[in-house]
C-alpha cells in the first residue's frame, strides 16, 4: 500500500492550493483519511480528517479557509487550500486508516509529505 501525495509549492499569503492524495495498492477498504502538517521544528498535527461517510474535522486554525474532501472510487483525497497565511508553511503528510487485503485489522499509513511555502 502506497499514498502519493501532490500539489505541494510556493504561493503568496492569500492564495490558494489543492493537494491530492491518492492510496494504491492491496486495498480492501479505507476508513478515514487526512491531512496532517509539521512546520519545522514542531510537532505534527492534524489539519482536516474525513470519514468514509464523508464527516470531516478540522484544526480550529483552518475552519473556514480548507475544505476537505475525497473520492472512494478512487481512494483519493483532497485539500483545497484558500486564503493561505505564512503560519500554514509546512510539509503536509496524507494519511489512511484502511485494510489492506490479507489483514484482520486496520492500519495507519502515511504518505511522504509535499512541502507549502507561503511566502511573499
Known amino acids: 500500500v502506497q499514498l502519493q501525495a501532490s500539489g505541494g509549492g510556493l504561493v503568496q499569503p492569500g492564495g490558494s492550493l489543492r493537494l491530492s492524495c491518492a492510496a494504491s495498492?492491496?486495498?480492501?477498504?479505507?476508513?478515514?483519511m487526512g491531512w496532517y502538517r509539521q512546520a519545522p521544528g514542531k510537532q505534527r498535527d492534524m489539519v482536516a480528517t474525513?470519514?468514509?461517510?464523508?464527516?470531516?474535522n478540522y484544526a480550529d486554525s483552518v475552519k473556514g479557509r480548507f475544505t476537505i474532501s475525497r473520492d472512494n472510487a478512487k481512494n483519493t483525497v483532497y485539500l483545497q487550500m484558500n486564503s493561505l497565511k505564512p503560519e500554514d508553511t509546512a510539509v503536509y503528510y496524507c494519511?489512511?486508516?484502511?485494510?489492506?487485503?490479507?489483514?484482520?485489522?486496520?492500519?495507519?499509513?502515511w504518505g511522504k509529505g509535499t512541502l507549502v511555502t507561503v511566502s511573499s
Open positions: 494519511h489512511a486508516d484502511l485494510y489492506a487485503y490479507g489483514s484482520f485489522e486496520a492500519k495507519d499509513y
Open positions: 495498492g492491496s486495498i480492501f477498504s479505507i476508513n478515514a
Open positions: 474525513i470519514t468514509s461517510g464523508g464527516n470531516t
